[in-house]
């Protein structure tokens, strides 16, 4: 099941809910590196790399939701809002075209397909903070449909790294949903809170706001169950 966004009071640092064990993992692909330091990716790399592939959750979870389905509803529906117009140069108009692409192919469900276009884009917009954080959360819903969700973490987790204030409340939603199909709840909590929170660009509202909220509720639900069982 996939948890919801919520408030985030921790000041400058974006995971200083989380505890060390439980960070997501920053891993060595060709995309811009985020404002960590060393010691920080070391300590997620470990973290990562410690959490078990999950069991297929969707069904053996609360079925009251498809918190999987509703994480990611909102960038199919508006996915014209992610299309990214050409300037004048040629080679920028080129990988652009790879980026709006890649948005397509994700929209009609052609996920490794998608993943190659948005992997063509990225190496362009090293410097350029906006795309490389839209390119990178492409790549992240790929990952998430593929059910790849550890790669899914990680390149939800290097775009908000690159700059929280750039970072959608969508994003973070969609990050949570991946750390809830790995049974990571405390996690899936602390992202969804922060995709509702100030701290981020264009955090939810609305309907997909009262969704995160519900979110969460079921993931503290599962979470007490959880501890209960351990």
């Not at 078990?52 to 509803?73: Q, Y």
């Not at 300037?87 to 190659?116: C, H, M, P, T």
């Not at 790549?139 to 899914?152: E, H, I, M, S, V």
């Not at 602390?190 to 995709?195: A, E, L, V």
Request: proline fraction near 5%.
């Amino acid at each position: 099941e996939t948890p919801v966004v919520i408030d985030d009071d921790d000041g400058d640092d974006p995971w200083g809910a989380l505890s060390e064990s439980d960070e997501p993992t920053p891993q060595s692909d060709d995309v811009p590196e985020p404002q960590i330091t060393t010691e920080e990716i070391m300590v997620h790399e470990s973290a990562l790399d410690s959490v078990v592939a999950p069991e297929p959750v969707a069904s053996k979870v609360n079925p009251e939701v498809d918190l999987a389905a509703a994480a990611l509803e909102a960038q199919s529906q508006n996915m014209a809002e992610h299309t990214v117009l050409p300037d004048s140069s040629s080679v920028a108009n080129q990988d652009i075209e790879w980026y709006n692409k890649g948005n397509e192919l994700l929209n009609k469900d052609r996920y490794s397909e998608a993943l190659s276009c948005f992997d063509r884009a990225l190496p362009s917009f090293k410097d350029d903070k906006a795309m490389a954080i839209k390119i990178l959360n492409g790549r992240g819903n790929c990952f998430y449909y593929l059910n790849q969700y550890k790669d899914a973490i990680e390149n939800y987790y290097k775009a908000f790294g690159i700059d929280k204030t750039l970072t959608t409340g969508k994003a973070l939603y969609n990050m949570g949903t991946a750390y809830a199909e790995l049974e990571s709840y405390d996690n899936a909590i602390h992202c969804f809170n922060q995709s509702i929170g100030k701290e981020v660009g264009e955090p939810l509202d609305g309907q997909n706001k009262k969704r995160a909220k519900e979110q969460i509720r079921l993931c503290k639900k599962l979470l007490k169950e959880q501890k209960r069982n351990s």
